[in-house]
T-cell receptor, first 111, second 115 residues
Framework: DQQVKQNSPSLSVQEGRISILNCDYT??????FLWYKKYPAEGPTFLIS?????DKNEDGRFTVFLNKSAKHLSLHIVPSQPGDSAVYFC??????????FGTGTRLTVIP | DTAVSQTPKYLVTQMGNDKSIKCEQN?????MYWYKQDSKKFLKIMFS???????INETVPNRFSPKSPDKAHLNLHINSLELGDSAVYFC??????????????FGQGTRLTVV
C-alpha cells in the first residue's frame, strides 16, 4: 500500500518558468514532509521540508506548500534552471524513524 | 570526501548466490538504514540500526541479514539471491534515531541485478 503518491512520472518546463511538482499522501499521521532530489547514479539528496504545523516553507527558489485537508503537497521551483533537471521524490514521516517515499517525478528543464 | 559510501556500485550475480553490499558513513551518525528501490521506482525502508542495534525490520525475507560491526558501518548480506531481488539498494544515515526528517544522507546506491 503506497502511502505517498506522485502521479506525474515526468514534467518538462522551459528555463525561467515555474516548475510545480505534486504529491499526495494517505496517512493522516504523517507529521513531516520532505522533498529529495536525485541525479542519475547518485543517492537522493535532501532539498526542502515542511512540518505539518505549517502550510508553506520557502528556501530560495524552492517553496513547498502543504494542504493538510487535501493531504496534498507541492514543490514550486521558480525560476527553473537546467541544473534542476533531476528526479524529485516526495517523502513523509510519522515519528521521524522512517521515510515513506513517492515514486518520483522526473523534471526536465529545457534551456 | 563521500559522507555515505556504498560498495559495490553495480553487482551482477546468478540466482542462488550469496552476496554482500557494504556501507560506511563518516559523519559520526548513530543511525543507519537500508532502503530498496524496486523496478517501479518505489523507495522503501528495509532496516534501521541505531548504535549497532536493530530498530526497524520491515517485512523483508530473512534471506536479507544486515550486519553492523560498528556504528559507522551497516552491511547488507543477501543469501540465495532471487530474480526479484534485483533493485537499487540505498544506504542512508542520520545523526540519531528519530531524525530522519531533515538530516538523512543517502549513499549513491548499489544496482543489484540477479540473472
Amino acid at each position: 500500500d503506497q502511502q505517498v503518491k506522485q502521479n506525474s512520472p515526468s514534467l518538462s518546463v522551459q528555463e525561467g518558468r515555474i516548475s510545480i511538482l505534486n504529491c499526495d499522501y494517505t496517512n493522516s499521521m504523517f507529521d513531516y514532509f520532505l522533498w529529495y532530489k536525485k541525479y542519475p547514479a547518485e543517492g537522493p539528496t535532501f532539498l526542502i521540508s515542511i512540518s505539518s504545523i505549517k502550510d508553506k516553507n520557502e528556501d530560495g527558489r524552492f517553496t513547498v506548500f502543504l494542504n493538510k485537508s487535501a493531504k496534498h503537497l507541492s514543490l514550486h521551483i521558480v525560476p527553473s534552471q537546467p541544473g534542476d533537471s533531476a528526479v524529485y521524490f516526495c517523502a513523509a514521516s510519522a515519528g521521524a524513524n522512517n521515510l515513506f517515499f513517492g515514486t518520483g517525478t522526473r523534471l526536465t528543464v529545457i534551456p | 570526501d563521500t559522507a555515505v559510501s556504498q560498495t559495490p556500485k553495480y553487482l551482477v550475480t546468478q540466482m542462488g548466490n550469496d552476496k554482500s553490499i557494504k556501507c560506511e558513513q563518516n559523519l559520526g551518525h548513530d543511525t543507519m538504514y537500508w532502503y530498496k528501490q524496486d523496478s517501479k521506482k518505489f523507495l522503501k525502508i528495509m532496516f534501521s540500526y541505531n548504535n549497532k542495534e536493530l530498530i526497524i525490520n520491515e517485512t523483508v525475507p530473512n534471506r536479507f541479514s544486515p550486519k553492523s560491526p560498528d556504528k559507522a558501518h551497516l552491511n547488507l548480506h543477501i543469501n540465495s539471491l532471487e530474480l526479484g531481488d534485483s533493485a537499487v539498494y540505498f544506504c542512508a544515515s542520520s545523526p540519531r534515531q528519530g531524525h530522519m526528517n531533515t538530516e538523512a544522507f543517502f549513499g549513491q546506491g548499489t544496482r543489484l541485478t540477479v540473472v
